[in-house]
């Protein structure tokens, strides 16, 4: 067998049959080169099992362990919600959030008043509205003044003298 054909043996060590073993030993025995490629295969073989093998467990382990397993087991600080409930609920913060109230009004209608475009559109919409209100007044104003003209229109007659037209209006608006 030539060193090429014990190669192979030298990769395929631990599938080796006793047989092949004892062969390629009594050559490593001989083969300086052989022997070269053998040990370096055997050690990158340890590494990888060992890469293999080996957890990875962080420095401290038990320690971090032990501050997360702390950390989950007591909430001692108080979630915000909580604090915020507090706060609502207690008797002095009910003044203060009245205060607190009070003054956001203000600021909210000083900065109101102060921007004048604000201003302007509150003043133009009340316009608006007034329009729009006054033009409603005017046409239930004429509808009615078209229904009373229509209603009185029977009492109105030449043949008749004025104080019978007021009466019968006035028997209309009874
Ligand atoms: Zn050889």
Not at 37 to 54: D, K, P, S, W
Not at 125 to 130: A, F, G, H, V
């Amino acid at each position: 067998m030539s060193c090429k054909d014990y190669e192979q043996n030298i990769y395929t060590y631990p599938e080796l049959s006793a047989k092949e073993r004892s062969h390629l030993d009594a050559h490593l025995q001989n083969c300086r080169s052989c022997l070269t490629l053998f040990q370096e295969v055997q050690q990158t073989q340890q590494l990888i099992n060992q890469i293999a093998e080996e957890k990875v467990i962080p420095p401290h382990a038990a320690r971090l362990t032990g501050s997360i397993m702390s950390k989950i087991a007591q909430p001692s600080k108080r979630a915000f919600g909580e604090w915020i409930i507090e706060l609502l609920l207690s008797k002095r913060s009910k003044f203060a959030l009245s205060g607190l109230s009070s003054v956001l009004l203000f600021v909210f209608c000083f900065q109101f008043f102060d921007d004048p475009a604000q201003f302007k559109a509150s003043q133009a919409s009340s316009l608006t509205n007034s329009v729009i209100l006054n033009a409603k007044l005017f046409r239930e104003n004429f509808s009615r003044h078209k229904e009373k003209r229509t209603l009185f229109a029977d009492c109105r007659s030449p043949f008749q003298s004025n104080q019978y037209y007021l009466n019968c209006v006035k028997t209309k608006l009874k």
